[in-house]
């Protein structure tokens, strides 16, 4: 990547962990642990499977109640998401500007609005379903709500690539920094639950959905569905003393081509799928140290978004590294790498 | 690498609509002012859409599932755009190809007939899930020819297919990749067409962009794509640069989740930054291809604005031939907008027959001559995203 390296000014994370930083950092000291449940209908009767689930009640923190009104449930974990990161970066509500950029990744998109809308569909049979459902039905709901509530005008751009969603994203927000397009770019991953996910957990893997999740179980099914938003508000490379630190390369590239630095920190999205675990196994044998932080958030397509979150607010907390290599695997032998540089400790206000 | 705002040369284009089945055929189309509506039973009623007759569809479509066919319209549009650039599997090896598309109903989950099965309770197989895991369309494109470039699909609603291929120009600028496909590809799916009812912004009659009674839009499908390439690339092969783009902005309205600002405040500021990044003035586009979706809201905005911004610059829609094809719009768009530079005119704005009084703009009424080499292209989504392109013609 080409100098000044993008700075991290600003996290906002919300999981099944619960909201913010601090709740991030104790379920890392913790180990992690689905929060919720999502009834599934099986050939044995319904079943409860674990989910990493969000409460979006707090969104009225940061949004006026006439605004949430035609607010959909993946757009309010963003906005949460969001708020919290310019939050952290000590930036008020609404930012009333055209020259930052909103990058939004999500695996699956506003997909309990979508199954909503077929919902308005089929109950209404002859009539016209709800226009509301539609309209926040479509992937980029979540960035148009974020871009109304935070009256921001710049750029916008919503990735769905399933997996590769957050390095394919990142890429693009990291180009407008340094193209100087922007001089800031709110990125975000986000992902929700529904039941039909829920459905496809169980029917996917049955009895191997139910957890607890471990990442380097290479020959165990252990992912357990998550949802959340991680949110990082990126700068140009200078003039941010204050920042977590800096995104040094990214790349998109193949599994057998990622050569992780001697002197970083491996964090494997590994988040307990067998069908990406050998090319995760081959990269844990290569690197000295090695975590994933899977067990926090739980599995979802924008997880990388995670990974480079909670490693900076580990660092942050002198609980991390200084160095990190993120790596997110598909299960097309596509890799994502993201590598940073932290500066532990000087934020010092966690 | 190249300059953040050095043009980037475009060496292939691809095309598959309603008006035709390729970029040759879709010229003959649209300076015969041909409409090739047919009609459409959604929910007991039938309504004008813009689809691809059983002739043209890819091989593989129909046996595709729903999903699916996205992918197939873009692998379809990709193949003519690489042929045209004559870019054969041996230079695709030899380069990093990035694929960059946008897409609506590609990237949606949205099978009814499981879906009713899973309320149902009745358990439905998950071969539907497993087809959507495998639709992503920039995979599909990237997966049909063998690359391994940085891949995006592009969800940005209907402005998708024009972010798509501003965005991959500055893949390429930025060396990331020598080669990028870019555009959009959307199909024609009965859930999407129940939302626009919904929304009533349909018309009922075949579509008619900027017109005084226009009621709405009608929808589309097929696929829109270019060969963006480096010059480095292009000298490596002796290629034919068919097209330059010049210049791209992207500004949201943040003004309603499905309407656009009535001022075209986000529509005006993308429009400044591609004419900025192009080194051009308003008086330097020769015309314009306007997003003209037939809709009241967004033909007013363009109509007001362009009058404004852009006096005397022909404008108009081919909505009009090819339906609001949604994520693939902008790409569709950009390919007319490149063929109309190379052909040195455009066509008349089909369904136009009176203006509205409400705004100052009258798109063009008869095919008509242009002589200078800039071209824009506009789109408008959902969320008030706005995009805009300008080529410049290879004379």
Redesign the interface.
């Given at each position: 990547m080409t100098e000044p390296h993008p700075a991290i000014i600003g996290v906002g994370l919300v999981g099944g962990f619960g909201l913010g930083k601090q709740a991030a950092i104790e379920a890392l000291r913790t180990g992690g642990r689905p929060n919720g449940t999502v009834p599934v209908m099986s050939s044995s009767g319904q079943r409860q499977l674990p989910a990493y689930q969000v409460d979006t009640s707090p969104v009225s923190r940061f949004v006026a109640p006439a605004a949430l009104r035609r607010m959909n449930r993946f757009a309010k974990i963003a906005v949460l998401g969001a708020s919290l990161a310019l939050e952290d970066a000590g930036w008020s509500i609404p930012l009333k500007r055209d020259d930052i950029g909103l990058v939004i990744a999500s695996g699956y998109g506003a997909s309990k609005s979508t199954f909503d809308f077929l919902d308005s569909m089929i109950d209404g049979e002859g009539q016209f379903p709800s226009p509301t459902l539609f309209s926040n039905s479509v992937h980029s709901s979540a960035a148009s709500h974020l871009s109304i509530v935070l009256e921001l005008g710049g750029p916008c751009l919503t990735v769905s690539q399933f997996e590769m969603s957050t390095i394919s994203a990142l890429l693009t927000a990291c180009q407008w920094l340094q193209q100087d397009h922007v001089k800031a770019v709110l990125f975000g991953a986000v992902d929700e639950v529904c039941p039909v996910l829920g459905y496809c957990y169980d029917r996917f893997f049955g009895t191997d959905a139910y957890g607890p999740m471990e990442p380097f179980a290479w020959d165990r099914q252990t992912a357990v569905m998550g949802e959340g938003a991680a949110f990082l508000l990126l700068t140009r490379g200078t003039d941010n003393s204050n920042a977590y630190g800096h995104i040094d390369r990214l790349a998109w590239t193949q599994n057998q081509d990622v050569t992780v630095p001697g002197d970083s920190l491996l964090v494997l999205g590994a988040d307990g799928h067998t069908c990406c675990a050998a090319n995760y196994r081959r990269l844990s044998e290569t690197a000295a140290t090695q975590t994933a932080y899977t067990p926090v958030y739980g599995s979802l397509p924008g997880g990388q978004a995670f990974d480079v979150a909670i490693a900076a607010i580990a660092a942050e907390q002198d609980s991390g590294c200084s160095r990190i290599c993120s790596v997110k695997c598909d299960a097309n032998g596509n890799c994502g790498v993201i590598e940073c540089t932290f500066d532990q400790g000087r934020r010092g206000h966690a | 690498?190249m300059q953040?705002d050095e043009a980037v040369p475009i060496t292939g284009l691809g095309c598959l609509c309603a008006a035709g089945r390729s970029v040759p055929k879709l010229t003959e189309t649209l300076f015969a002012g041909r409409r090739c509506v047919a009609w459409r039973q959604i929910?007991?009623n039938s309504y004008p859409v813009f689809q691809l007759d059983s002739h043209s569809v890819p091989a593989g479509y129909y046996e595709e599932a729903e999903c699916e066919r996205c992918g197939r319209l873009a692998m379809a549009a990709a193949d003519e755009a690489l042929i045209h650039a004559g870019l054969t599997g041996e230079h695709l090896q030899r380069r990093r190809v990035g694929v960059c598309l946008g897409t609506?109903v590609g990237?949606?989950?949205?099978n009814?007939t499981f879906?009713?099965d899973?309320?149902a309770?009745r358990?439905p197989e998950?071969e539907p899930?497993r087809r959507y895991?495998r639709a992503?369309p920039?995979?599909m494109v990237a997966?049909a020819f063998g690359l391994?470039?940085?891949?995006?699909?592009?969800?940005?609603?209907c402005s998708s297919g024009g972010?798509a291929i501003g965005?991959a120009a500055?893949?390429v600028?930025?060396g990331?990749c020598d080669v990028a496909i870019a555009g959009g590809a959307d199909m024609l799916c009965n859930?999407i067409h129940?939302?626009?009812?919904?929304?009533?912004v349909t018309d009922a009659e075949p579509c008619r962009p900027f017109d005084r009674d226009r009621r709405g839009l009608n929808l589309g499908e097929g696929a829109g794509v270019v060969v963006l390439e480096s010059r480095q690339s292009i000298r490596q092969r002796d290629a034919t640069i068919q097209a330059w783009l010049r210049g791209y902005g992207?500004?949201?309205?943040?003004?309603?989740?499905?309407a656009p600002e009535p001022g075209g405040?986000?529509l005006r500021?993308a429009l400044e930054q591609a004419l900025t990044q192009a080194h051009l003035y308003p008086k330097d586009i020769d015309f314009i291809n306007a997003h003209g979706t037939a809709t009241p809201e967004n033909d007013r905005v363009e109509g007001r604005l362009f009058p404004d911004m852009f006096p005397g610059v022909p404008f108009g829609s081919t909505k009009g031939f090819t339906g609001h094809t949604l994520g693939a719009a902008g790409g569709i768009e950009a390919v007319i907008t490149i063929l109309c530079l190379q052909e040195k005119r455009i066509p008349a704005s089909i369904g136009f027959h009176e203006p509205d009084p409400d705004f100052a703009g009258r798109p063009v009424v008869e095919n008509t001559p242009i002589a200078g080499r800039y071209g824009l292209s506009d789109s408008v989504?959902?969320?008030?995203?706005n995009a805009a392109l300008i080529f410049q013609g290879q004379s």
């Open positions: - | 690498m953040i929910r007991g609506t990237s949606a989950m949205n009814e879906y009713r899973f309320r309770g358990m998950i899930i895991l992503n920039a995979t997966q391994t470039g940085p891949c995006q699909t592009i969800t940005n609603a972010v965005h500055q893949w600028r930025a990331l859930v129940a939302g626009f009812l919904s929304l009533l992207n500004a949201s309205d943040a003004y309603h989740i499905s405040r986000g500021r989504a959902f969320g008030g995203n």
